[in-house]
C-alpha cells in the first residue's frame, strides 16, 4: 500500500470537517479537487479527470473560480473553499491551509449568481408529528438581502403551505436534524418535501444545532435581547428553528452575519392565502407553458426600477394583504400617482439610479464587498436624498418620505473618504482619498519615499560599480538584493555577499 504523503494527510483532515462538500483544495495558482470530489466535479464542469499516485484529480485555475463554483452551485452542490494560510515560499515543511468559506445554493451572496428581482433563500425546518399530522416551524434567511422569516405551520395542508412558503420566499435550500431520517412519520414526510421542487437541495445537519438552549443564546447575541420573548415568535419550536439555522449560516460563512437585524413573523391573519393549485392557474408569476414569468401578471405589472421594487411586487402578488385598511391606503397612493404623472415621473427618474442597497450592505458585512460597492451607496443615497427634498411639499407622500432617514453624515463621510473611481479589488489599494487619514497618507509618504531611495540606490550603485544594467531587486525570501548579469560579475567589488546564482 502506497503511504500517504502530507499534503494528502491535510486533504483528508479537512475533507472529513467537511465531508457533506466538494472540497477546493489550494495548492499554488489552482484549487485542485481529489478521489471521489473529483470525479463528480469532472463530470459537471467537462474538465479533464487525472491520476497522481493513483489518486483521481481535476482542477481549474484559482482567478477563473468564480465561473466553476457557479456551475457547481447550480448542480445544488455544497462547496468548501479552502486557501492557503502561509507563504509557500517562506512555509516549513507543509503549508497551513483552512477552509475559508462554505457556499451552497441557499447561501450566495454573489450578484452573478443572484436573480435581481428574486430572494434567494436558505431554511430551516423543525417539528414534530402531534395525532398524526406534522407541526412546523419554518425559519428562511436571505444571506444576500439579511431578510430573515419565521412561519408556523399547523393549519390546512401541510405540504401545500410549505410549499407556498418555498416559492413565496425563494427557498432553494433546506436544512433539517438527521434523527428525522430514523422516524418513519417524518421521514415519510421529508419525502413528500422533497419532491415538491426538483431544484430544492434537502440537507440534514446534526441534531445538536437544534439545541433549544443553545437557540435561544444565539438569537440573543444577535439581536442583543434579555429575553427571546421579545421576538414575539408564537411557538419554541420557532426559535429552535431560528436559532439553528443563523448557527448553521454562521459557521458555514465564517462570519458574523451583523447585516440580520430581526427575525420577522409571518402572520397569515394580515394576508390572503392563495394555494398553489390557484397560483398556477392565475398564472401570477410563472407561466403554464414553460414556467417562466412572460404572460404572467407579474410580468404585466413590473415596471419596478429598482431590484428591491422588484423583489417587493413578487411577494405582494404571492401574499396581497387582506386587511381594508393597507388596501385602501395603498390605492390611494396609486390613484394620486395616476392623477399626478407629472409627481410620478419624478419618482421614478430618482429610482432608476438607487442601486440594489440591500444586496450591497449584505455583501459588505459578510466580507464580499468592495470600495465601488461603497461608491454605489453613495449614489444611491445621495438620489434618496434628492428625492425627498424634491417632493417634500407633497402631502400624499408625507408619511413615505417621513419615514426616510437623514443620510447627509453617511454621503459625506463616503464622499470625503472613497475615490471616485476605485479599483474593482480592495488588494489593489489606491481606494481612499488623500486628506482623509492623516495616519494613511503617512504610510503612503513612506512608501513613496522608500521607492524613491531604492531608485536612487540604484543608479548610485549602477555609477560607482560601472555596471548600468545592474538592478535592486526583492523578494519576500532573501528580501532585497542586486541583481547583476553574468559578464559583470568580476565588476562586483569582494565585500558584496553572493546569495544566488541564476543559471
Same mark, same amino acid.
Given at each position: ?11 483528508h483532515?479537512?475533507?472529513r ?52 463554483i ?16 502561509? +507563504? ?12 475559508v ?5 441557499g447561501?450566495? %451572496?454573489d ?14 425546518? &423543525? ?6 399530522? =406534522?407541526?412546523l416551524?419554518?425559519?428562511?434567511? +436571505? ?17 401545500? %403551505? ?17 434523527? @428525522?431520517?430514523?422516524? +418513519? ?62 448557527? @448553521?449560516?454562521? !459557521? ?26 390557484t /397560483? ?5 408569476? !410563472? ?6 414569468? $412572460? ?19 413578487? /411577494?405582494?402578488?404571492?401574499?396581497? &394583504?387582506?386587511?381594508?385598511r ?14 399626478n =404623472? ?7 427618474g ?25 461608491v ?9 436624498? +434628492? ?25 459625506e463621510?463616503?464622499e470625503?473618504?472613497?475615490? $471616485? ?6 488588494r ?27 531608485v536612487?540606490y ?12 545592474l ?8 528580501g532585497? &538584493?542586486?541583481?547583476?548579469?553574468? =559578464? ?16
Open positions: 500500500m502506497q503511504k500517504e504523503t502530507p499534503m494528502m494527510r491535510q486533504y483532515r479537512l475533507k470537517k467537511h465531508s457533506d462538500c466538494i472540497l477546493l483544495f489550494r495548492l499554488g495558482d489552482f484549487y485542485e479537487m481529489f478521489e471521489n470530489d473529483a470525479a463528480e466535479a469532472s463530470s459537471i464542469l467537462n474538465i479533464a479527470l487525472t491520476k497522481r499516485n493513483n489518486v483521481p484529480m481535476c482542477g481549474f485555475p484559482y482567478h477563473a473560480a468564480d465561473n466553476y457557479a456551475k457547481l452551485i447550480q448542480q445544488g452542490k455544497k462547496i468548501a473553499i479552502c486557501e492557503q494560510q502561509e +507563504d509557500p515560499q517562506l512555509a516549513k515543511g507543509i503549508v497551513k491551509r483552512d477552509v468559506e462554505v457556499i451552497s445554493p447561501m450566495i %451572496t450578484p452573478n449568481l443572484l436573480q435581481n428581482k428574486s430572494n434567494n433563500c436558505i431554511a430551516a425546518l &423543525y417539528g414534530s408529528i402531534q395525532k398524526g399530522r =406534522p407541526i416551524a419554518c425559519a428562511a434567511l +436571505d444571506v444576500s438581502t439579511g431578510e430573515f422569516l419565521s412561519s408556523l405551520i399547523q393549519e390546512g395542508d401541510i405540504l401545500d %403551505t410549505l410549499q407556498n412558503e418555498f416559492e413565496d420566499n425563494g427557498i432553494r435550500e433546506v436544512i433539517y436534524p438527521e434523527s @428525522y431520517e430514523e422516524q +418513519d412519520s417524518l421521514f415519510s414526510f421529508l419525502q413528500s418535501v422533497r419532491s415538491l421542487r426538483s431544484d430544492l437541495v434537502l440537507r440534514k445537519v446534526s441534531d445538536s444545532l437544534f439545541d433549544p438552549l443553545g437557540a435561544e443564546e444565539i438569537l440573543k447575541r444577535q439581536f442583543s435581547l434579555a429575553h427571546v420573548g421579545i421576538l414575539e415568535l408564537e411557538a419554541e419550536i420557532q426559535i429552535v428553528a431560528c436559532g439553528a439555522l443563523l448557527c @448553521y449560516v454562521k !459557521e458555514s460563512l465564517k462570519r458574523e452575519l451583523s447585516h440580520v437585524r430581526w427575525v420577522r413573523q409571518r402572520r397569515s391573519e394580515r394576508i390572503l392565502f392563495i394555494d398553489n393549485a /397560483k398556477k392557474h392565475l398564472e401570477l408569476t !410563472e407561466n403554464q407553458q414553460d414556467g417562466s414569468q $412572460q404572460a404572467t401578471l407579474l410580468w404585466v405589472l413590473d415596471k419596478t426600477q429598482t431590484a428591491m421594487g422588484g423583489r417587493l411586487l413578487k /411577494k405582494l402578488i404571492h401574499n396581497p &394583504y387582506s386587511d381594508i393597507v388596501i385602501r391606503n395603498r390605492l390611494e397612493k396609486v390613484e394620486y400617482f395616476f392623477t =404623472p407629472s409627481v410620478m415621473g419624478k419618482v421614478r430618482f429610482l432608476t439610479g438607487i442601486l440594489d442597497i440591500e444586496r450591497i450592505l449584505s455583501r459588505l458585512a459578510v466580507g464580499k464587498g468592495n470600495a465601488r460597492d461603497l454605489g451607496i453613495k449614489t444611491s443615497l445621495q438620489k434618496v436624498r +434628492d428625492m425627498r427634498s424634491e417632493l417634500d411639499e407633497v402631502d400624499a407622500l408625507k408619511e413615505e418620505l417621513d419615514s426616510i432617514g437623514d443620510f447627509g453624515e453617511v454621503i463621510d463616503l470625503k473618504g472613497i475615490v $471616485q473611481d476605485p479599483p474593482l479589488s480592495t489593489e489599494g489606491g481606494m481612499i482619498r488623500q486628506a482623509y487619514s492623516a495616519q494613511l497618507d503617512e504610510y503612503r509618504k513612506l512608501t513613496r519615499e522608500n521607492r524613491n531611495w531604492i536612487r540604484q543608479r548610485q550603485q549602477q555609477r560607482q560599480l560601472g555596471i548600468p544594467s538592478k535592486v531587486r526583492y523578494n519576500k525570501i532573501i532585497y &538584493y542586486i541583481e547583476v548579469t553574468k =559578464p559583470n560579475i568580476h565588476l562586483v567589488p569582494p565585500e558584496y555577499m553572493r546569495k544566488q546564482t541564476l543559471v
